[in-house]
Nanobody, 122 residues
Framework: QVQLVESGGGLAQPGGSLRLSCAAS????????MGWYRQAPARERELVAR???????NYAESVKGRFTISRDNAKNTAYLQMNSLKPEDTAVYYC????????????????WGQGTQVTVSS
């Protein structure tokens, strides 16, 4: 029904930057919140940043001031600009969209991307 495709992960040096993208396709009527999560080895998945349909944002304390989430509704895409990267930012990053798939379906469901690896190392 709905597919999320992430891109932009890779290797960065400490202090460097990366920009992640997540594009949704398929049966989409509207997208409510868009979020980015991450999961490091042997750790639980955690929320990194989230943006509502009204462009309200919230961030994990560990990334405030360094990461910026944004969205392009015309492209059904979310972005995560990551600056001043640290080794502890190393993780698999997943996007999550809350999607309403048709005008006749009031309920919105969560969809996940496949994950993209971000490695911060010198």
């Amino acid at each position: 029904q709905v597919q999320l495709v992430e891109s932009g992960g890779g290797l960065a040096q400490p202090g460097g930057s990366l920009r992640l993208s997540c594009a949704a396709s398929g049966s989409i009527f509207s997208i409510n919140a868009m979020g980015w999560y991450r999961q490091a080895p042997a750790r639980e998945r955690e929320l990194v940043a989230r943006i509502t349909s009204g462009d309200m944002t919230n961030y994990a304390e560990s990334v405030k001031g360094r990461f910026t989430i944004s969205r392009d509704n015309a492209k059904n895409t979310a972005y995560l600009q990551m600056n001043s990267l640290k080794p502890e930012d190393t993780a698999v990053y997943y996007c999550n969209f809350n999607v309403r798939t048709s005008i006749s379906r009031i309920r919105a469901d969560d969809y996940w991307g496949q994950g993209t690896q971000v490695t911060v190392s010198s």
